[in-house]
């Protein structure tokens, strides 16, 4: 498997680490701030191989050289990662000073030893002082990448000694370029995902690789059937399912609307499903659209309460039916 399938890297910031890393400009060390989830955790482990490969030509994402395979597995003698552990409120001072006596020890393999501190903000009061003495006495060759999304919940000292690195939302391109290398899908079917996710990673995840097949599901057995009813047991059980069936019907209906406008694949958001759209822009009126489109809307609205969710996919599906 290629070592880094899955990863949410941003290649600008790493190519920007790559620069300063053949130019012999590297600080001591770095701020990543960005929303959570965003890739700031695998961007700063893709910069921890970075620094210590082996590659003759240098770095590429996915290298397998036995430095970046072991940094991988989380078993480089030089590259440490501390974060919160999972049954704290805060991450433990005792968790820096360990990493901080590490970094007085020799360089064991690589060419520089890094630190990777995730969720900085974690750190108490106390962790973030014996913190801030690493910053003011740097041991030499080493790197230290702090990930934080609430970069304000860190000590000022902290934040002035070091860089910062901005991480700002993916395009549509590396998002769905992410999509399907993690889902195995087909590029298409990713375009769909990163669309129907606004472009958001975390809404992506938490929408899942199962989203399509349900996706599937809604149009085949719901909106492109004659009878929905078993559609909406299976796909409409509950609060958050019901949300997700009504966007997918909506979506779909916009990219309908769109089509009868004259508009090609690449303004659609399921362009993947653009038979199925056609067949529907063929089918129905530009007035019938609106009137589905606005129940749709107005059932969006109303999905904070399951019940009427339920009576108005019905009422929506009245609609949908031509005579
Ligand atoms: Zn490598």
Redesign the pocket.
């Known amino acids: 498997m290629p070592a880094d399938q899955g990863h949410l890297i941003h290649n600008n910031i790493l190519e920007r680490f790559a620069r300063l890393n053949t130019s012999g400009r590297l600080a001591h060390a770095y701020l990543f701030v960005g929303p959570a989830g965003i890739g700031k955790r695998d961007t700063a482990r893709a910069v921890a ?1 970075l620094v210590n ?3 003759p030509g240098g ?1 590429r994402p996915g ?1 397998d ?1 036995a ?2 395979r072991k940094t991988e597995a989380g078993n480089h003698p030089d590259v440490y990662v501390v974060h919160r552990e999972a049954d704290r409120q805060e991450l433990r001072a005792e968790l820096i000073r360990d990493l901080m006596e590490r970094f007085n020890l020799r360089v064991w393999e690589g060419r520089m030893r890094v630190g990777i501190i995730l969720n900085a903000e974690d750190m108490n009061t106390v962790a973030q002082s014996v913190f801030l003495k690493t910053l003011e006495e740097p041991a030499p060759k080493t790197l230290l990448i702090l990930t934080a999304s609430q970069s304000g919940l860190l000590l000022p000292t902290i934040v002035s000694r070091c860089q910062p690195v901005y991480f700002f939302q993916l395009g549509y391109a590396e998002l769905a370029e992410w999509i399907k290398n993690e889902y195995h899908v087909e590029p298409v079917e990713a375009a769909a995902l990163a669309r129907f996710g606004q472009g958001s990673p975390g809404r992506v995840r938490e929408l899942g690789p199962g989203f399509l097949g349900t996706r599937n599901g809604i149009i085949d057995e719901f909106i492109m059937a004659r009878d929905g009813e078993s559609a909406v047991k299976a796909y409409c059980a509950d609060r958050d399912s019901a949300r997700i069936f009504l966007e997918v019907i909506l979506t779909f209906f916009r990219d309908v609307t769109l089509i009868r406008r004259g508009l090609g694949a690449e303004y659609l958001i399921h362009a993947d499903r653009i038979e199925a759209a056609r067949t529907l822009a063929a089918r129905y009126s530009d007035e019938d659209l609106d009137r589905i489109v606005e129940q749709a809307v107005s059932a969006i609205r109303g999905a904070g309460e399951y019940m009427n969710v339920k009576v108005a996919v019905m009422l929506l599906k009245e609609l949908m039916r031509k005579p």
């Open positions: 191989k490969c082996l590659a770095f290298c050289c430095s970046c």
